[in-house]
């Protein structure tokens, strides 16, 4: 389902409060993200609590914030026992082929901000409706291996919600449990890397989610997300392991 970038209206987006999460792993990490979120755009205006409410803050930052090349949805599900929305993304994509992703993709001129990318997005692979969305915030960029900005937005989605995902991008919609991401070790994982001349072995953490080996770019996210909102430090590298022609 594509749904027009013109007809997602920022100002009528909802904000989670921390105050109305019932769940307290979920009211910690928004808290934590917002306050980030708030600390990354210098307006003396955001922190104007008098005047202006705190959702109107985190959608001001987020609005101000700079457009990243592409912007992904961390999807949290509301509910005791949270999970994160993943996808594998189709075999026959350009790029990533048959990796694993949050929903997202590129910016369209028509967007306007990272939010909105996000947004639509996830609506076109996964026909999660916008409306349904309750923004969190956002965390740091990360660089993909191509060399693209990539923006994610944190939001909290409803744990019945009915997504299916599009053919021809997405070939499995999947959760990830977050009380399981937060407590488990990553595993390694080696990934043969072609160069121009020789082959190299990579290693580099992953979790291993649902038969899917979540790494690269999501793993760094999701690693993100994890220190941001409850301080888990976790090491990402690549090593490489071995070289051959």
């Not at 005791?80 to 990533?96: F, G, I, Q, Y």
């Not at 990318?117 to 692979?125: D, G, I, K, Q």
């Not at 595993?187 to 020789?198: K, N, S």
Request: glycine share 4%.
């Amino acid at each position: 389902m594509l749904l027009p970038s013109q007809s997602l209206r920022f100002d009528e987006f909802s904000v989670a409060v921390p105050d109305f999460i019932r769940y307290p792993t979920i009211r910690k990490l928004a808290e934590r993200v917002q306050h980030e979120t708030l600390n990354a755009v210098s307006s003396p205006a955001l922190y104007d609590g008098s005047n202006t409410s705190r959702s109107a803050r985190i959608l001001d930052s987020l609005y101000q914030t700079p457009i990243a090349d592409a912007s992904i949805l961390v999807a949290i599900t509301h509910e005791r026992h949270p999970k994160l929305l993943l996808t594998r993304r189709a075999a026959d994509m350009n790029s990533h082929a048959g990796e694993v992703s949050c929903a997202g993709g590129k910016h369209d001129a028509g967007d306007g901000n990272n939010v909105v990318t996000a947004l639509r997005e996830a609506c076109e692979e996964t026909a999660l409706p916008p409306n349904k969305v309750q923004l969190i915030g956002q965390l740091p960029i990360q660089t993909s291996k191509s060399g693209m900005s990539v923006r994610p937005i944190v939001a909290l989605i409803a744990p019945d919600l009915l997504l299916v995902p599009e053919p021809s991008e997405i070939s499995r919609i999947f959760w990830a449990d977050f009380e399981t991401l937060l407590t488990q070790p990553t595993v390694e994982y080696a990934i043969e890397y072609a160069m121009p001349d020789q082959t190299a072995t990579i290693l580099t953490p992953s979790w291993k989610v649902d038969g899917e080996t979540v790494w690269g770019l999501t793993g760094r996210v999701i690693a993100s997300l994890l220190e941001t909102g409850f301080d888990r430090q976790l090491e990402w590298y690549y090593h490489i392991q071995n070289t051959r022609n």
